[in-house]
Protein backbone atom coordinates (compact mmCIF):
# COMPACT_ATOMS: atom_id res chain seq x y z
CA UNK A 1 0.00 0.00 0.00
CA UNK A 2 1.09 3.28 -0.90
CA UNK A 3 1.74 5.61 1.75
CA UNK A 4 1.49 9.06 0.45
CA UNK A 5 0.77 9.06 -3.17
CA UNK A 6 1.28 12.03 -5.42
CA UNK A 7 -0.33 12.21 -9.29
CA UNK A 8 1.16 12.90 -11.80
CA UNK A 9 4.68 11.96 -11.74
CA UNK A 10 5.45 13.76 -14.39
CA UNK A 11 3.73 16.86 -15.76
CA UNK A 12 5.05 18.96 -18.70
CA UNK A 13 2.81 22.52 -19.91
CA UNK A 14 3.76 26.01 -21.38
CA UNK A 15 4.05 29.14 -19.87
CA UNK A 16 0.89 30.41 -18.61
CA UNK A 17 -0.96 27.42 -17.72
CA UNK A 18 -3.11 26.58 -14.80
CA UNK A 19 -1.93 22.83 -13.48
CA UNK A 20 -2.99 21.02 -10.21
CA UNK A 21 -1.18 18.22 -8.49
CA UNK A 22 -2.87 15.72 -5.81
CA UNK A 23 -1.74 14.70 -3.43
CA UNK A 24 -3.21 11.77 -0.72
CA UNK A 25 -2.15 10.35 2.04
CA UNK A 26 -3.55 6.92 3.80
CA UNK A 27 -1.69 7.10 7.05
CA UNK A 28 -3.91 8.91 9.24
CA UNK A 29 -1.64 11.76 9.98
CA UNK A 30 -3.38 15.25 10.69
CA UNK A 31 -0.66 16.75 9.21
CA UNK A 32 0.63 17.63 5.33
CA UNK A 33 2.75 19.92 3.52
CA UNK A 34 4.12 20.43 0.15
CA UNK A 35 8.01 21.00 -0.33
CA UNK A 36 9.98 22.31 -3.44
CA UNK A 37 13.62 20.86 -4.54
CA UNK A 38 14.26 23.26 -6.91
CA UNK A 39 17.53 21.76 -10.01
CA UNK A 40 20.33 22.26 -7.05
CA UNK A 41 18.21 19.89 -5.36
CA UNK A 42 17.42 22.65 -2.28
CA UNK A 43 14.27 21.70 -0.69
CA UNK A 44 11.89 24.10 1.22
CA UNK A 45 8.89 23.72 2.79
CA UNK A 46 6.15 25.53 0.77
CA UNK A 47 2.95 24.72 2.52
CA UNK A 48 1.80 23.09 5.70
CA UNK A 49 -2.03 21.89 6.55
CA UNK A 50 -3.21 21.12 9.73
CA UNK A 51 -6.51 18.91 10.02
CA UNK A 52 -7.39 20.78 6.78
CA UNK A 53 -6.21 23.97 8.06
CA UNK A 54 -3.33 26.33 6.67
CA UNK A 55 -0.80 26.59 9.14
CA UNK A 56 2.65 27.54 7.16
CA UNK A 57 2.78 29.38 4.25
CA UNK A 58 6.31 30.53 3.67
CA UNK A 59 6.94 33.03 1.22
CA UNK A 60 5.74 31.80 -2.02
CA UNK A 61 3.60 33.73 -5.04
CA UNK A 62 0.15 33.32 -4.49
CA UNK A 63 -0.25 31.70 -7.93
CA UNK A 64 0.52 28.80 -5.75
CA UNK A 65 -2.76 27.65 -4.19
CA UNK A 66 -3.12 24.69 -1.92
CA UNK A 67 -6.56 23.02 -0.87
CA UNK A 68 -7.15 20.40 1.74
CA UNK A 69 -10.80 19.16 0.80
CA UNK A 70 -10.01 16.73 3.63
CA UNK A 71 -7.18 15.60 6.11
CA UNK A 72 -6.38 12.72 3.55
CA UNK A 73 -5.66 15.07 0.88
CA UNK A 74 -4.04 18.09 -0.18
CA UNK A 75 -3.38 19.56 -3.55
CA UNK A 76 -1.67 21.92 -5.41
CA UNK A 77 -2.99 24.29 -7.85
CA UNK A 78 -0.43 26.82 -10.13
CA UNK A 79 -1.72 29.33 -11.83
CA UNK A 80 -0.16 30.93 -14.98
CA UNK A 81 2.98 28.92 -14.83
CA UNK A 82 6.01 30.49 -15.46
CA UNK A 83 9.73 28.71 -15.97
CA UNK A 84 10.77 29.34 -12.74
CA UNK A 85 8.24 26.54 -11.73
CA UNK A 86 9.95 24.19 -13.02
CA UNK A 87 11.08 21.76 -10.11
CA UNK A 88 10.11 18.85 -7.99
CA UNK A 89 7.32 19.35 -6.22
CA UNK A 90 7.47 16.66 -2.77
CA UNK A 91 4.25 16.07 -0.91
CA UNK A 92 4.61 14.80 2.45
CA UNK A 93 2.68 14.13 5.81
CA UNK A 94 2.74 13.28 9.17
CA UNK A 95 1.34 13.06 13.22
CA UNK A 96 3.23 16.09 14.42
CA UNK A 97 1.10 18.59 16.51
CA UNK A 98 3.52 19.26 19.77
CA UNK A 99 3.81 17.93 21.69
CA UNK A 100 4.50 14.40 20.21
CA UNK A 101 3.04 12.01 21.60
CA UNK A 102 4.45 9.02 20.95
CA UNK A 103 8.11 7.87 19.01
CA UNK A 104 7.81 8.68 15.05
CA UNK A 105 5.43 11.29 15.65
CA UNK A 106 7.61 13.54 14.34
CA UNK A 107 8.93 11.11 11.16
CA UNK A 108 7.91 12.97 7.91
CA UNK A 109 6.74 10.05 5.16
CA UNK A 110 7.21 11.64 1.74
CA UNK A 111 5.25 11.41 -1.72
CA UNK A 112 7.62 10.31 -4.75
CA UNK A 113 7.53 13.66 -6.22
CA UNK A 114 5.64 15.60 -9.43
CA UNK A 115 8.28 16.59 -11.73
CA UNK A 116 7.16 19.51 -13.39
CA UNK A 117 8.46 21.06 -16.40
CA UNK A 118 7.22 24.80 -17.43
CA UNK A 119 8.04 24.92 -21.46
CA UNK B 1 14.67 31.33 11.79
CA UNK B 2 16.98 27.67 11.91
CA UNK B 3 19.21 27.26 9.28
CA UNK B 4 21.12 23.95 8.45
CA UNK B 5 24.62 23.46 6.51
CA UNK B 6 25.91 20.74 5.06
CA UNK B 7 29.27 22.01 3.96
CA UNK B 8 30.30 18.78 1.46
CA UNK B 9 28.21 19.25 -1.77
CA UNK B 10 29.68 15.92 -2.74
CA UNK B 11 31.85 13.32 -1.36
CA UNK B 12 33.37 9.54 -2.60
CA UNK B 13 33.76 6.41 -0.68
CA UNK B 14 35.38 2.74 -1.76
CA UNK B 15 32.77 -0.04 -1.30
CA UNK B 16 33.01 -1.67 2.19
CA UNK B 17 34.44 1.85 3.93
CA UNK B 18 33.44 3.88 6.28
CA UNK B 19 32.52 7.46 5.12
CA UNK B 20 30.85 11.05 7.31
CA UNK B 21 28.83 13.36 6.54
CA UNK B 22 28.30 16.41 8.46
CA UNK B 23 26.21 18.56 9.57
CA UNK B 24 25.59 21.77 11.65
CA UNK B 25 22.95 23.93 12.76
CA UNK B 26 21.90 27.26 14.16
CA UNK B 27 18.58 27.37 16.26
CA UNK B 28 18.10 29.18 19.77
CA UNK B 29 15.57 26.28 21.14
CA UNK B 30 16.31 23.97 23.16
CA UNK B 31 14.06 20.89 21.77
CA UNK B 32 13.96 19.84 18.58
CA UNK B 33 14.37 17.09 16.29
CA UNK B 34 16.94 16.37 13.73
CA UNK B 35 16.97 14.03 10.73
CA UNK B 36 19.15 12.16 8.02
CA UNK B 37 17.16 11.52 4.34
CA UNK B 38 18.04 9.66 1.78
CA UNK B 39 17.27 10.45 -1.64
CA UNK B 40 18.62 7.99 -4.43
CA UNK B 41 18.20 8.15 -8.17
CA UNK B 42 14.93 7.56 -7.93
CA UNK B 43 14.11 10.55 -6.51
CA UNK B 44 12.02 9.09 -3.38
CA UNK B 45 12.83 10.77 0.20
CA UNK B 46 14.09 8.00 2.55
CA UNK B 47 14.19 8.58 6.64
CA UNK B 48 17.71 7.40 7.44
CA UNK B 49 18.04 8.20 11.22
CA UNK B 50 16.39 10.37 13.83
CA UNK B 51 17.63 12.11 16.90
CA UNK B 52 15.52 13.57 19.61
CA UNK B 53 17.72 16.78 20.91
CA UNK B 54 16.74 15.75 24.61
CA UNK B 55 18.79 12.19 24.23
CA UNK B 56 22.12 12.40 25.30
CA UNK B 57 22.72 8.92 23.09
CA UNK B 58 23.50 8.99 19.68
CA UNK B 59 20.76 7.54 17.81
CA UNK B 60 22.35 4.34 15.82
CA UNK B 61 20.67 2.09 12.74
CA UNK B 62 22.09 -0.86 11.67
CA UNK B 63 25.38 0.39 9.75
CA UNK B 64 24.38 4.30 10.07
CA UNK B 65 24.83 6.22 13.04
CA UNK B 66 25.46 9.69 13.87
CA UNK B 67 27.99 12.05 15.96
CA UNK B 68 25.49 14.17 18.26
CA UNK B 69 27.31 17.18 19.50
CA UNK B 70 24.36 19.69 21.17
CA UNK B 71 26.72 22.35 22.33
CA UNK B 72 28.43 22.47 19.20
CA UNK B 73 25.05 22.29 17.24
CA UNK B 74 26.66 19.51 14.97
CA UNK B 75 24.87 16.23 13.57
CA UNK B 76 26.93 14.14 11.67
CA UNK B 77 25.87 10.98 9.88
CA UNK B 78 28.53 8.17 9.93
CA UNK B 79 27.58 4.93 7.18
CA UNK B 80 30.09 1.98 7.93
CA UNK B 81 30.63 -0.81 5.62
CA UNK B 82 29.22 1.37 2.78
CA UNK B 83 27.22 -0.71 -0.29
CA UNK B 84 26.32 0.47 -3.90
CA UNK B 85 23.11 1.02 -2.76
CA UNK B 86 23.77 3.96 -0.71
CA UNK B 87 24.63 5.84 -3.26
CA UNK B 88 22.52 8.36 -2.86
CA UNK B 89 21.61 12.37 -1.72
CA UNK B 90 21.61 12.80 1.80
CA UNK B 91 20.12 15.83 3.34
CA UNK B 92 20.32 17.01 7.35
CA UNK B 93 17.08 18.04 8.49
CA UNK B 94 16.28 19.93 11.29
CA UNK B 95 12.96 19.70 12.82
CA UNK B 96 11.68 22.80 15.38
CA UNK B 97 8.71 24.47 16.04
CA UNK B 98 6.48 26.18 13.44
CA UNK B 99 2.84 27.58 13.60
CA UNK B 100 -0.07 26.74 15.64
CA UNK B 101 1.84 24.13 17.75
CA UNK B 102 3.30 22.17 14.73
CA UNK B 103 6.84 22.01 13.56
CA UNK B 104 8.61 22.30 10.07
CA UNK B 105 11.49 20.60 8.33
CA UNK B 106 14.36 22.86 7.50
CA UNK B 107 16.90 21.13 4.80
CA UNK B 108 20.41 21.50 4.19
CA UNK B 109 21.47 21.40 0.88
CA UNK B 110 22.77 18.42 1.04
CA UNK B 111 25.56 16.26 -0.34
CA UNK B 112 25.58 13.87 -3.04
CA UNK B 113 27.69 10.76 -1.94
CA UNK B 114 28.92 8.01 -4.43
CA UNK B 115 30.13 4.52 -3.51
CA UNK B 116 32.83 3.37 -5.48
CA UNK B 117 33.19 -0.31 -6.24
Known amino acids: DTAVSQTPKYLVTQMGNDKSIKCEQN?????MYWYKQDSKKFLKIMFS???????INETVPNRFSPKSPDKAHLNLHINSLELGDSAVYFC??????????????????FGPGTRLTVL | AQTVTQSQPEMSVQEAETVTLSCTYD???????LFWYKQPPSRQMILVIR??????QNATENRFSVNFQKAAKSFSLKISDSQLGDTAMYFC??????????????FGKGTKLSVIP
Open chain 1, 92 to 109: ASSQALLPLTGPGDDEQF
Open chain 1, 27 to 31: LGHDT
Open chain 1, 49 to 55: YNNKELI
Open chain 2, 27 to 33: TSENNYY
Open chain 2, 51 to 56: QEAYKQ
Open chain 2, 93 to 106: AFGGLAGAGSYQLT
